[in-house]
């Protein structure tokens, strides 16, 4: 049986909303961002009216959540909700409410939410200059007290929804060269995230600067695995009272060090956040 037959790619309310067009608050004067090899991936924008909410609002996929999640779909992702070490759930980002407040369909970007030991979570400290502050924080990028981070949920290869411990990885798809080993496994015994579709693994807990092929330089969930040749995209998050929340979606974001863009061959600065999200698969 191929692999796409024994792990059919799951499919939750942020799936088929997504998946259905591209349209709502973090789509509007988008057309021609969200790119595969240089071709626009949406519509022309469609301007939908209601509140964005910049919240994570739990969604449901075809299988089923095993650290409990599943209990809160539709709901605003909580920290108190986050009760197990190793936790994670797919969620929506930025989905736009109605009057009635009601989601309005085809509105939010698909997160995936994890739980993860902060001892061992690494991220770039380096600024670009001395006088910028440094590009990951503790408190306004992660939530360091709790241990909980945000990572986009499209995989850089084909754009398909990578999950978090939603099946067992195989011990046959986990060889890796030895400078990819993902340190969830070499150093908590917990699995990277894993796209089911063709076997790509992100290392959550090892956030890298890569380069998208437009340029684009960003920090992501270092690369494990296969056939996706970069890094998966991190999104900032904060606690707001309890409540989970991304607000830095427009936000100018952190400028690579120069060093880092040579290396790289990506081009310099001047992105906000969003362009991290919209240059992600080919």
């Given at each position: 049986?191929?692999?796409?037959?024994?792990?059919?790619?799951?499919?939750?309310?942020?799936?088929?909303?997504?998946?259905?067009?591209?349209?709502?608050?973090?789509?509007?004067?988008?057309?021609?961002?969200?790119?595969?090899?240089?071709?626009?991936?949406?519509?022309?924008?469609?301007?939908?009216?209601?509140?964005?909410?910049?919240?994570?609002?739990?969604?449901?996929?075809?299988?089923?959540?095993?650290?409990?999640?599943?209990?809160?779909?539709?709901?605003?992702?909580?920290?108190?909700?986050?009760?197990?070490?190793?936790?994670?759930?797919?969620?929506?980002?930025?989905?736009?409410?109605?009057?009635?407040?009601?989601?309005?369909?085809?509105?939010?970007?698909?997160?995936?939410?994890?739980?993860?030991?902060?001892?061992l979570y690494?991220?770039?400290?380096?600024?670009?200059?001395?006088?910028?502050p440094a590009?990951?924080?503790?408190?306004?990028?992660?939530i360091d007290?709790?241990?909980?981070?945000?990572?986009?949920?499209?995989?850089?290869?084909?754009?398909?929804?990578?999950?978090?411990?939603?099946?067992?990885?195989?011990?046959?798809?986990?060889?890796?060269?030895?400078?990819?080993?993902?340190?969830?496994?070499?150093?908590?015994?917990?699995?990277?995230?894993?796209?089911?579709?063709?076997?790509?693994?992100?290392?959550?807990?090892?956030?890298?600067?890569?380069?998208?092929?437009?340029?684009?330089?960003?920090?992501?969930?270092?690369?494990?695995?296969?056939?996706?040749?970069?890094?998966?995209?991190?999104?900032?998050?904060?606690?707001?009272?309890?409540?989970?929340?991304?607000?830095?979606?427009?936000?100018?974001?952190?400028?690579?060090?120069?060093?880092?863009?040579?290396?790289?061959?990506?081009?310099?600065?001047?992105?906000?956040?969003?362009?991290?999200?919209?240059?992600?698969?080919?």
């Amino acid at each position: 049986m191929a692999r796409d037959e024994a792990f059919e790619d799951e499919r939750g309310m942020d799936r088929r909303t997504f998946m259905k067009a591209a349209v709502g608050i973090g789509a509007l004067g988008l057309t021609g961002s969200l790119v595969a090899s240089g071709k626009s991936l949406i519509p022309n924008a469609v301007v939908q009216a209601g509140t964005v909410n910049e919240g994570f609002v739990y969604a449901k996929g075809d299988t089923p959540n095993p650290f409990g999640f599943d209990q809160y779909v539709g709901q605003n992702a909580q920290v108190s909700h986050f009760t197990q070490d190793w936790a994670g759930v797919a969620a929506v980002w930025r989905a736009v409410f109605d009057a009635d407040n009601k989601q309005i369909p085809g509105t939010g970007f698909p997160v995936l939410l994890l739980k993860v030991d902060t001892d061992l979570y690494r991220y770039p400290t380096q600024p670009a200059t001395p006088s910028d502050p440094a590009p990951w924080i503790p408190g306004e990028d992660f939530i360091d007290d709790s241990g909980i981070i945000a990572i986009w949920d499209r995989c850089v290869h084909l754009c398909c929804f990578p999950g978090w411990h939603l099946t067992k990885l195989p011990p046959s798809y986990q060889q890796y060269d030895a400078s990819r080993v993902p340190r969830t496994l070499s150093a908590a015994g917990e699995d990277p995230i894993w796209c089911r579709c063709h076997n790509s693994q992100y290392d959550p807990i090892t956030v890298v600067w890569d380069v998208h092929p437009n340029g684009t330089v960003y920090m992501g969930a270092n690369m494990a695995h296969g056939p996706a040749k970069r890094a998966l995209a991190v999104v900032s998050v904060t606690n707001e009272g309890g409540k989970i929340t991304g607000k830095k979606f427009l936000e100018k974001a952190p400028d690579p060090p120069a060093s880092v863009v040579a290396a790289l061959g990506g081009k310099p600065g001047g992105r906000i956040y969003r362009d991290w999200y919209f240059a992600y698969c080919r």
